[in-house]
């Protein structure tokens, strides 16, 4: 029997980082419990006066997040607080399948169109690998605003 997954994030800003990676992955916040969000409204607002109600101070609404795929496919992504900082690279990183079934300069043409849009978000370029076949198609290894390492592959 497989298993489902949830990826977890260490983060300084759970928010900032769940909505980066929201942005980059097409998922979705999801609405507190028992709490209609309508479309349009920002689950994140709906979340901290979920909060507020239930009497958790301002201070500590920023400590989790997570995002979900909206298709129900991909595994969840979970963002906690935490204080220290990343201070070396990252055991795990995320692929982000950016070309699908493109090969050669078209494949690398669309991973540098993502990239530039990743930039955008507040990510940082750090390197590109060139295709070598058979093997390697290439890719563009970048980081998220809290020094995550992932790849555009």
Same mark, same amino acid.
């Given at each position: 029997?497989?298993?489902?997954?949830?990826?977890?994030?260490?983060?300084?800003?759970?928010?900032?980082?769940?909505?980066?990676?929201? *942005?980059?992955?097409?998922?979705?916040?999801?609405?507190?419990?028992?709490?209609?969000?309508? %479309?349009?409204?920002?689950?994140?607002?709906a979340w901290d006066g979920?909060?507020?109600?239930?009497?958790?101070? =301002?201070e500590q609404r920023n400590?989790?997040?997570?995002? *979900?795929?909206?298709?129900?496919?991909? =595994?969840?992504?979970?963002?906690?607080?935490?204080?220290?900082?990343?201070? %070396?690279?990252?055991?795990?990183?995320?692929?982000?399948?950016?070309?699908?079934?493109?090969?050669?300069?078209?494949?690398?043409?669309?991973?540098?169109?993502?990239?530039?849009?990743?930039? %955008?978000?507040?990510?940082?370029?750090?390197q590109r690998y060139e295709?070598?076949?058979?093997?390697? %198609?290439?890719?563009?290894?970048?980081?998220?605003?809290?020094?995550?390492?992932?790849?555009?592959?």
């Amino acid at each position: 029997m497989s298993r489902h997954i949830q990826v977890t994030f260490d983060a300084h800003d759970p928010a900032a980082l769940s909505t980066f990676w929201r *942005e980059v992955l097409g998922y979705v916040h999801p609405g507190p419990p028992g709490v209609d969000v309508p %479309a349009g409204t920002d689950p994140l607002a709906a979340w901290d006066g979920f909060l507020a109600r239930i009497g958790v101070p =301002p201070e500590q609404r920023n400590t989790r997040s997570a995002i *979900e795929d909206p298709d129900g496919v991909g =595994p969840r992504l979970f963002f906690q607080q935490v204080p220290e900082d990343k201070v %070396a690279k990252n055991r795990v990183h995320l692929d982000v399948r950016a070309a699908p079934g493109l090969q050669g300069e078209e494949r690398m043409a669309a991973l540098e169109a993502e990239c530039d849009r990743l930039i %955008a978000l507040g990510a940082k370029r750090v390197q590109r690998y060139e295709p070598q076949p058979p093997m390697g %198609a290439g890719n563009i290894v970048m980081t998220d605003p809290e020094g995550n390492e992932f790849c555009l592959d």
